[in-house]
């Protein structure tokens, strides 16, 4: 067969595959057109996922009749800046700059488009499967009205095998919604109203300020308990700022979704960044756990390249090391500062699990009590203990209490976990503090502060090493050798000494002592794989974290040992001056802090 052209129609068609494959697709781009138009108010609606309807209408600042009929040209587009007399492709400012949206949208569904600017008179276009007519005379809702309004009907219905290959209804609702999510949290000064199939799903109003509503907004899409258990994220590092708000490790998910990460406003999916996250919270989180949080990063355009896909959710950084650095320096910080605290949902799982079998009582009429989670004993706690009696009573008895009377009863104010008056099961100790109680897993507890400790030997005093009896000589591809040696001097700071051993192999002469036995060849490759990857020795890193947590569950405190009054307070002391303390190495929670007032709503006092 010849080669031929194809015909303008049929290009337009196959773009549309690129940039319009779903519904969800089209509703991003309108959108984007319209916050790049200035709009501070954006109306959403869909019909039947999409397939039918895709309403998108907004207050920006419109267009004319003769932009109108650019608009829809594929590649023409008034947010690509020039300099020098050619397109700048290096400083793109704009959530849209391909010029391809619209064109796309118009070759595979019924588009029309009505727009009016603050001085002109509103003008509509139409384009049926890429046949153009217009621009007309259109009417808005209200006399004076400027901004765009965009209709599709019909989408793909002109390349019905793409028709065919729609998700369900609920699929494409859900990807719209999540779409219009991730927009509205990057623009919290601006209104956002979704409905699909007339049914309002989100209704997000505009808080005025760009930085003092994300807070707010964040907290409507993202749940109030985020609010409640986030801390506030800021760094800067050589005109690379970043903010936002990360969630306590102990406020975690089991899978990535409320991980939601923003470049320059433009809500982005990379792998570089979510290996950033993932990196922070290694200390506090296990492998299949997965934090909440929301980060914004701003940079110079030029530092970042948006042009690497059709659909502009992945980028590319000038220098990704200073990126993830940035971005796990950060995050340690501000989950540092957090200190001791642990999230407030731990104290609602564990107030859940106390619910209903544990009761006997008549529930009231319509209500229905749900089984418990946890069966627990509570047998009643004895009596105060008079001075100098022993803290721990006759091995029979299984739940102890102990009352330290010279403590007084205002002692509670001035520490937040309060002072110890028990241990359960030699497992749990009991503190008071002025308002409730709380209850420390001890061994959980001082896991976290032995490691902790260790990670600050470990950052003060350098990696002790062990010299091999005979070096291990490690063959790799030349480009291998460059880029290990190129991180000599870091990887002798963790304790692993390297030396060039000829264009194609590497010598290990002394490696971290507290590795122990050590694959030393598949420590090295595995290394050169990372930084060819990321810039960065990581995995020596998150190998010598890992065995730092090993040994500090092995020094802990463990459970069923006995501990006096003394040893409980100083463990909730050195709990409340040590970071990250509220949670152990995986996660969990070292403590449940339980409010009097909650725990009088058990008991019906409330």
Request: one cysteine or more; hydrophobic letters at 40%; proline letters at 4%.
């Amino acid at each position: 067969m010849a080669i031929r052209r194809l015909s303008e129609g049929t290009v337009n068609r196959i773009a549309a595959g690129e940039v319009v494959e779903r519904p969800a697709a089209a509703v991003k781009e309108l959108v984007e057109n319209a916050l790049d138009a200035g709009a501070r108010r954006i109306e959403i609606a869909t019909s039947n996922g999409g397939a039918d309807l895709i309403l998108v209408e907004d207050d920006g600042s419109g267009m004319d009749g003769a932009d109108l009929t650019l608009a829809i040209e594929r590649h023409a587009t008034s947010k690509l800046p020039e300099r020098g007399g050619e397109d700048d492709l290096s400083h793109i400012e704009t959530l849209g700059f391909r010029g391809e949206a619209l064109p796309s949208i118009g070759a595979v569904a019924r588009l029309a488009i009505a727009s009016r600017t603050a001085s002109g008179e509103a003008r509509e276009i139409r384009v049926d499967g890429g046949k153009f007519s217009g621009p007309a005379p259109a009417g808005f809702r209200a006399p004076g009205q400027h901004g765009t309004r965009v209709e599709v009907r019909e989408l793909f219905y002109a390349t019905p095998a793409r028709l065919k290959f729609l998700k369900s209804h609920r699929s494409e609702d859900l990807a719209t919604t999540d779409i219009v999510k991730r927009l509205a949290m990057a623009r919290p000064d601006v209104t956002f109203h979704l409905h699909l199939d007339g049914r309002q799903v989100l209704n997000l109003e505009g808080d005025g300020d760009l930085f003092e509503g994300r807070l707010k907004r964040l907290a409507e899409i993202m749940g109030r308990d985020f609010s409640d258990n986030a801390v506030r994220v800021e760094a800067v590092r050589e005109g690379v700022s970043l903010s936002g708000y990360a969630g306590l490790p102990t406020y975690n998910r089991a899978n990535a979704q409320l991980q939601f990460l923003f470049v320059n406003g433009r809500p982005v999916r990379d792998k570089l960044l979510i290996g950033a996250v993932r990196g922070a919270y290694a200390d506090f989180l296990a492998r299949d756990r997965h934090p909440a949080l929301a980060l914004f990063l701003e940079c110079d355009p030029a530092f970042v390249d948006v042009n690497v896909h059709p659909a502009k959710t992945e980028v590319r950084f000038r220098d990704a090391g200073l990126v993830r650095g940035l971005i796990v320096g950060a995050l340690k910080h501000a989950l540092g500062e957090a200190g001791h605290r642990a999230s407030t949902t731990v104290a609602g799982a564990t107030l859940a699990s106390f619910q209903g079998a544990s009761f006997n009582r008549q529930a009231p009429q319509g209500y229905q009590y749900q089984p418990a989670r946890d069966q627990w004993g509570t047998p009643p706690l004895s009596g105060q203990v008079r001075e100098g009696a022993p803290l721990f009573a006759s091995e029979n008895a299984p739940i102890l209490s102990a009352r330290v009377e010279e403590q007084g009863d205002d002692f509670a104010a001035e520490t937040p976990l309060g002072v110890a008056r028990a241990q359960l099961h030699e497992t749990y100790v009991i503190a008071q503090t002025a308002d409730g109680i709380v209850i420390v897993d001890q061994h959980a507890a001082h896991e976290r502060l032995v490691y902790e400790r260790m990670k600050k030997a470990l950052a003060n005093g350098g990696i002790a090493r062990q010299p091999l009896l005979i070096p291990e000589v490690v063959d790799l591809d030349p480009s291998e050798v460059t880029r290990v040696m190129g991180r000599a001097e870091e990887l002798a700071e963790l304790g692993l000494v390297i030396e060039g051993f000829g264009p194609d192999a590497v010598m290990v002469r002394e490696v971290p002592a507290m590795l122990g036995k050590l694959d030393v060849k598949g420590l090295v490759r595995d290394l050169a794989d990372e930084i060819a990857e990321t810039g960065n020795a990581l995995s020596l890193k998150e190998r010598l974290e890992e065995v730092s947590g090993t040994l500090a569950c092995h020094m802990s405190v463990r459970a069923g040992r006995r501990l006096n009054a003394e040893e409980m307070n100083a463990l909730l002391r050195e709990m409340e001056a040590t970071p990250h303390s509220g949670q152990c190495n995986h996660g969990r929670p070292t403590y449940v802090e339980l409010k009097l007032a909650d725990i009088e709503r058990l008991f019906g006092r409330r």
